[in-house]
């Protein structure tokens, strides 16, 4: 009986999907992407929307859209307030977006922990990278010499990471704001406005900049997670040159998001069935062979973590003592 009423509330679920999208939208759902085309979230954006169609009931069109804007903040802040919680709007946005409310960045008008989280596409290592005309080519150099790397909005790991390390570390990086995006500030280094990038995510590093990687464009100076990526087992880790607990603490802390590496997410307060739907769709598409094929030949890498997973990382998150979560905010912010 009860497996009669469980498969019944989805059916009712499946059925309520279906006509609210062909009565709202014309069979059409939503993705926003939070930066501008042609980086990393929008590569990863763009590929699960031409796949997650088909694992939606009535296989609606999702439409993908660029909602750039203070490093994603402004596509969250849409979600959260404007966006309609019918089910046929979600995005994908910076993994730091999880996070900063919690760590008080400003321009986040929303509560992290409401968001129908519906997975990420990757638990992804970022990495910090010298253009080859710069004089830095290893991590110690950035001890004691000024390093200038390209920052897309305060939300943004390109942002935030650099501030945190020279906060904690107290490396010698000068953050140059304002870029739409990552491929904006990949421009900036070919044009010689910075002489870098950190925070840059190593799958779009291997998926977007193939060719520098191949004839030695940039160096790739450290990791920025919680464990070394295979590809890369004698790039120094930040977390192995935190010097105290402390230190320690606020890295794992901050670099807990990069299990979020690619998140998609919709508005909070959309009905439940319609939430489950979404998530199971996101990890249908995760599984699926043709989609993994594409992004095998698109280089991206595809480590799919939950909406149930993540909606409790978030949490989790939220619940670190007060005095580390006070030390990191105070770091990110100066």
Known sequence: MRAKAVFASATLGIAAFVSAANAQSGS???????????????????????????????SPT??????????????????????????????????GVAFDTLLGMPGTNYDATKF?????????VSV????????????????????????????????????????????????????????DVNLAME??????????SWSSVKSTASEWLRDKKISVLMQLSLNKHPDLPNTPLVLDLAKTPEQKGIFQLV???????????????????????LRKAF???????????????????????????VQKIVADAYAMPPEVIK??????KE
């Open 62 to 95: 999702i439409l993908i859209q660029n909602m750039p804007g203070a490093g994603s903040l402004r596509l969250a802040n849409w979600l959260y307030a404007v966006a309609p919680k019918d089910g046929n709007n979600f995005g994908i946005v910076a993994r």
């Open 128 to 183: 910090c990278v010298a253009w080859h005309t710069s004089n830095i080519k290893t991590v110690d150099q950035i001890f004691s010499q000024e390093w200038i790397v390209g920052g897309t909005g305060g939300s943004a790991d390109t942002d935030q990471y650099p501030k945190l390390i020279n906060g904690v570390l107290g490396t010698k990086m000068k953050l140059v704001v304002g870029y739409p995006g990552g491929s």
């Open 327 to 332: 030390k990191t905010a105070d770091l990110l």
């Open 191 to 200: 044009r010689g406005e910075v002489q870098g990038r950190c925070g840059w």
């Open 283 to 309: 990890m249908d598409t995760m599984q699926d062979k043709e989609f993994l094929a594409e992004a095998d030949r698109a280089k991206l890498e595809i480590t799919p973590v939950s909406g149930e997973d």
């Open 255 to 277: 670099f807990a998001r990069q299990v979020l590496g690619r998140p998609f997410l919709a508005p909070p307060g959309i009905p439940p069935e319609r939430a489950a739907i």
């Open 116 to 124: 129908t989280w519906l997975g990420s596409a990757a638990n992804e």
């Open 28 to 58: 059409t759902v939503n993705l926003y992407v939070g930066y501008s085309a042609g980086g990393g979230y929008d590569v990863y954006g763009r590929m699960v929307g031409r796949f997650m169609s088909r694992h939606l009931p009535g």
